[in-house]
């Protein structure tokens, strides 16, 4: 049986050839991983067609095709990375600079949150430099689209729990199993661990008094089982 390489001169095909070719369509959007005669994979970064608008690239993602070493006898596969800016019909998203995509409420958040943390008497101008969330790099922003943005809440139902038969019985199995913990004590009170042990001012004074050191210990643990009974 012929490999790849070897059918590849009987019938004229070239896959060095058909790289060279992508290379020139794709300059700057093209990724080989491996020998460029016989690369593992080759990844492609796809967006629209604007005509050099990049205000106007919505979307975008990345196309890997995976060739294993019987190409083209045997298809590659083809795997989708990172798509952006596909959301649903509904959502309104923006898209920043860097092409990461946040809906338009989500990112209106996060820049109030900044904008409100830092630090208004700042000398330097980077405080209140808005950076992305995802990979750091600054960015710019319309406040007053992203504040006329419907919110997302408004396009979904209001979600209103009800425990059905099932969960009822757990939670009575529940108060039961805690109620039977309590009697026995094993559920501990942290308020009142800390209480247990409080010196008074009546006790610090008994502790200054002219007892002898016998004495202000049996006046001390006399204390401590009184506040412990009284618990």
């Known amino acids: 049986m012929a490999t790849a390489g070897e059918d590849d001169d009987e019938d004229g095909y070239s896959l060095k050839e058909e790289i060279e070719m992508l290379e020139a369509i794709y300059i700057h959007e093209l990724t080989i991983k491996g020998r460029k005669d016989r690369p593992s994979s ?25 060739l294993t070493n019987e190409y083209p006898n045997e298809l590659p596969s083809i795997k989708i990375r990172n798509p952006r800016g596909l959301s649903e019909d509904h959502d309104c998203f923006t898209k920043t600079d860097c092409y990461h995509y946040f809906h338009c409420h989500c990112l209106l958040r996060y820049i109030d949150y900044h904008l409100n943390h830092c630090d208004e008497n700042s000398d330097d101008s980077s405080a209140q430099q808005i950076i992305c969330p995802m990979c750091r790099e600054p960015i710019t922003y319309d406040l007053d689209a992203l504040k006329s943005a419907p919110d997302l809440d408004d396009n979904e139902e209001k979600i209103v729990y009800h425990a059905d038969a099932e969960m009822k019985r757990l939670q009575r199995e529940m108060s039961k199993l805690y109620n039977q913990q309590l009697q026995k004590g094993a559920i501990i009170n942290v308020e009142e661990e800390k209480n247990k042990a409080v010196i008074s001012l009546n006790m610090v004074n008994y502790l200054n008094s002219p007892y002898t050191l016998k004495q202000k210990w049996e006046i001390t643990e006399q204390h401590i089982s009184t506040s412990v009974s009284e618990k």
Do not use: A, F, Q, R
């Open 42 to 66: 080759i990844s492609l970064l796809l967006h629209p067609s604007t005509g050099e608008e990049d205000d106007k690239k919505y979307v975008c993602l990345t196309l890997e095709i995976i």
